[in-house]
């Protein structure tokens, strides 16, 4: 891939550069996985920089692909910041993927990738557990609600191929919303949105089957346990 993005075009260089940020992303993750974090935020920081330059490179470039794809990795450096108890680090990564990936998909014509919109869901989920014990509960809530709506959008408009991880994030994010009503004394609120987590995962078993669903057990457990 190194090989390839020094002597490729202009046109083939842009996909070869783009290939290289997905596989130090995938590294990345590999690293995560097995907690070593320096070496995680050290392959995310060089996809960043690969795919930043790319957008410079393009006169700061607005294609949605691009955009999606430095979102993402913008988005995983911010978990690892989390790991490593930086959040002002973590809340500044998950903003930027949520500015760039807002504007770039507002941009567009027609709806937009589906992995573009998932990641956008899922950074306002990640923005949004990022203040749960903390005192700005109100701006938590207000991300959940973003992220709620756009994995209901994303299982609604794409039925058919909405990977299972919408539903259960879905699910994850009416939990934790759940979680800061109650802090906040909003009991029926809370109530509501457990109800709602709860039907998710029944629908996402009903849905798949028993063999293709993923587990469930421990969301239930917790939810059942309120």
């Known amino acids: 891939l190194k090989k ?29 996985v097995s907690d070593d974090v320096p070496a995680a935020r050290q392959c995310y920081k060089h996809a960043i920089e690969i795919l930043r330059d790319l ?13 999606s794809t430095l979102a993402s990795a913008l988005a995983r450096r911010g978990g690892v ?19 760039l990936l807002e504007r770039s998909l507002d ?17 306002y989920a990640a923005r949004g557990g ?3 014990p ?24 794409h039925d058919d191929e909405c990977p299972p991880e919408v539903p259960m994030n879905l699910a994850l994010a009416y939990e934790n919303r759940a979680d800061l009503h109650v802090e906040a004394g909003r009991y029926r609120l809370a109530i509501a949105d ?12 009903e ?13 239930l457990t917790d939810l059942y346990k309120i």
């Open 207 to 219: 849905t798949l089957g028993e063999e293709r669903a993923p587990d469930t057990t421990e969301v």
């Open 4 to 32: 390839l993005r020094t002597h490729a075009k202009p046109d083939s260089r842009r996909s070869a550069d783009q290939k290289l940020a997905t596989a130090l992303m995938n590294r990345g993750n590999c690293f995560s």
């Open 81 to 99: 910041f989390e790991e490593s108890d930086d959040l002002i680090a973590a809340s500044k990564a998950y903003a930027e993927a949520i500015n």
């Open 194 to 205: 457990y109800d709602r987590a709860i039907k998710t995962l029944g629908r996402l078993g």
């Open 134 to 157: 903390r005192k700005n509960a109100e701006r938590a809530i207000a991300d959940y609600g973003h992220a709620i709506l756009l994995f209901k959008t994303l299982q609604e408009s």
């Open 107 to 123: 941009k567009l014509e027609d709806d937009g990738p589906l992995d573009a919109w998932q990641t956008l869901a899922e950074a």
């Open 55 to 67: 957008r410079r490179a393009r006169g700061l470039s607005w294609d949605v692909d691009i955009c």
């Open 130 to 132: 990022l203040t749960k």
